[in-house]
């Protein structure tokens, strides 16, 4: 099996887990349709690329340990949490071609940094591709060439699935009602509270653990 097609094997799979980038590119599609949903989904690659590199030489260790670590996880949970109730409590009327009503226009840089900052702002994504680098180091040694094979197949694999997920997600918008945009706004904004929560707890358990147990 050639590094390319290992690489997106991990793609698919790293495709299906859930996180809050994922939720914010289905709500962003289903608001603003698929050029939008695009645009955040290349910030989430962008981030992804951005995070592959600095594992190469080794500045996530820098966030990955000792205070550092906890500092990071706090600042991160906290941002999706503020995240995660502005999302709970916004309200989309649709007009009568079922398009959201006052949805103001927002830039390709806006879109893109948000994909970026709400994917990179998960510590367990950057734990992910460090254990994945790790891993590819180990296997192809010195050989380069291998070792970039491996993540063009997985990230390209991660942004084309995220491109499907934009598309299905415009598709099904003549599918909702104001009420269930709603309902999807809330169901978003408790997911990306949870996700903030359980960042901010972990990284206090795994600098403060808990009767010797540790997340």
Known sequence: MTPFLEGIILGITLAVLLGPALFALVQTSIHRGFRAGM???????????????????????????????????????FILIVYGIFTFYKTTKLNGNGHPENTNKVSWFTLIAKGYFLNIANPFVWLFWMSVTVGVTSSYGDNTQQSVSFFAGALLTVFTTDLVKAYIAKRIKTLLNTTNIKHINRVVGILLFGFGVVMMVRALMIKYPLFGYSW
Not at 51 to 68: E, P, R
Request: glycine share 12%; charged share 10%; aromatic share 12%.
């Open 39 to 77: 645009r955040l989904a290349f910030g989430i690659f962008l981030s992804d690329l951005t995070l592959v590199f600095l594992s190469f030489i080794g500045a996530l260790q820098i966030v990955s340990t000792g205070n550092n670590r906890l500092i990071f996880g706090i600042i991160a949970g």
